[in-house]
């Protein structure tokens, strides 16, 4: 997935997510973000202990359109 490179390339450089794709936290759950890549594409994730050092860890909770807010 496109999205997900670009969003992966940019937490590598060390730099915030490009506009689009972008990254946010989710509202009332501070520590689950919000992915989204297309007008009815989103994911939520938590970030996870480091597997690399240096690198960010993300892990992917649920993926798919606006229905997964029901319960991030």
Do not use: C, N
């Not at 794709?21 to 890549?37: C, I, L, M, N, Y």
């Not at 594409?41 to 938590?46: E, H």
């Amino acid at each position: 997935m496109p999205a997900v490179t670009q969003f992966v390339a940019d937490l590598r450089a060390g730099d915030r997510p490009r506009r689009s794709p972008r990254a946010r936290k989710t509202q009332g759950h501070d520590e689950v973000w919000e992915f989204s890549w297309a007008p009815d594409g989103r994911a939520t994730f938590p970030y996870g202990d480091p597997v690399t050092d240096g690198e960010p860890h993300i892990v992917w909770r649920r993926v798919g359109t606006h229905a997964i807010f029901t319960r991030p």
